[in-house]
């Protein structure tokens, strides 16, 4: 929104607040902001969603959606005559943590979203493949996300961590089965892993059936550190690693996949089609917890293997990843879309 707003677009926000708060409007740097009460619930986020489609389909211009989740309520942009764009994220039906009454609904609505919007974005050239099955390749344009190139981060955030520069390995995910946490802590727990992991993710509180099994898998040289949400201690975190994990099995481009190229970490992920296109070829892919293990063990005997993977890494992020080029592949899309509609 700032991108847009910095080359002369008018740009309005619509952002959820809490309930029992005043349904308002307002700027902030250069933004009009629609701000919509609704409860920070499943049901709640599906009212506010409704009222957002009202809201705007009555607004001039073109409509950005993010997310599918309710795409249902975009036939309504299109029955008002509003150019709406769809940003249709990944594959979310097919994410174990649903039951099945809700991956139906999610199916349903990446089914209805796909034929009622104007455009789709895809942020992996698979999710194009796989949203073909819905509507024509020619409504469907790739873009990932972006970052921005990672060149420096203190050192000092470390020590709270009890680890050093290049000393660690890092994993930043969701406890949740689709992830490959309990296949990395595996790894790691095996005694011919000797630099320690850093595991960021939420492990307090209520524990899932899940979450427990990782936590009983770990050996000591598994930290877990829980969420952090302060961006710089994440960045450091990031930088200094010695490698990134991703574990990540379903979806697209995963944004935090391309945060760790952008940083320059030598990446080792989970062998699957959307990992092998956003980490490219100078990283190592793993199948299942002997995989991931293998890999350790040969990147610790042979340190140097390491530098090469970070170039790839860092080369990876300039050619697909950088925020400006993502950035104005939006703004291209978005005025094609407008001009197209009028």
């Known amino acids: 929104s700032l991108f847009l707003v910095g080359r002369g677009h008018r740009v309005t926000v619509y952002c959820q607040v809490d309930e029992g708060e005043q349904w308002r409007e307002d700027d902030w740097k250069g933004i ?53 764009v769809m940003n249709m994220d990944g594959i979310e039906w097919k994410r174990e943590k649903w039951s099945f009454g809700q991956r139906v609904w999610l199916w349903f609505n990446e089914w209805a979203g796909s034929r009622s919007a104007h455009h789709l974005v895809a942020d992996h050239p698979k999710i194009k493949e796989h949203l073909r099955r819905h509507t024509s390749a020619g409504k469907i344009t790739v873009i990932p996300y972006g970052a921005d190139a990672v060149t420096f981060a203190p050192v000092d955030a470390l020590q709270e961590f009890g680890v050093t520069s290049k000393g660690y390995y890092l994993v930043i995910a969701r406890p949740e089965p689709e992830n490959s946490i309990l296949e990395i802590v595996k790894a790691f727990s095996s005694s011919r892993v ?51 994990i991703h574990g990540h099995r379903v979806g697209g481009t995963n944004p935090s996949l391309v945060e760790s190229l952008s940083a320059g970490n030598a990446i080792v992920a989970h062998d699957n089609q959307f990992n092998r296109w956003v980490a490219g070829p100078g990283a190592s892919f793993f199948k299942d917890t002997q995989a991931l293990e293998e890999i350790l063990v040969d990147l610790e005997s042979d340190p140097t293997q390491l530098l090469a993977m970070e170039q790839a890494s860092r080369q990876r992020h300039g050619d697909e990843f950088t925020k400006e080029k993502i950035l104005i592949a939006y703004e291209e899309l978005l005025l094609r879309t407008l001009q197209e509609h009028e």
């Open 32 to 84: 009009h902001r629609v701000l919509i009460p609704s409860p920070d619930t499943s049901m709640g986020t599906i009212r506010f969603d409704w009222k957002t489609t009202l809201d705007c389909s009555r607004r001039k211009g073109v409509i950005l959606t993010l997310g599918y989740n309710t795409g249902i309520f975009s036939a309504v942009n299109r029955f008002r005559g509003s150019a709406n």
């Open 194 to 244: 000797g630099s320690p992991l850093v595991v960021l993710g939420n492990y307090a509180g209520e524990r899932s059936e899940y979450k427990q099994q990782v936590l009983d898998a770990a050996a000591p040289n598994v930290q877990f550190v829980g969420a952090i949400y302060d961006r710089e201690i994440v960045r450091s975190l990031r930088f200094h690693a010695k490698a990134y």
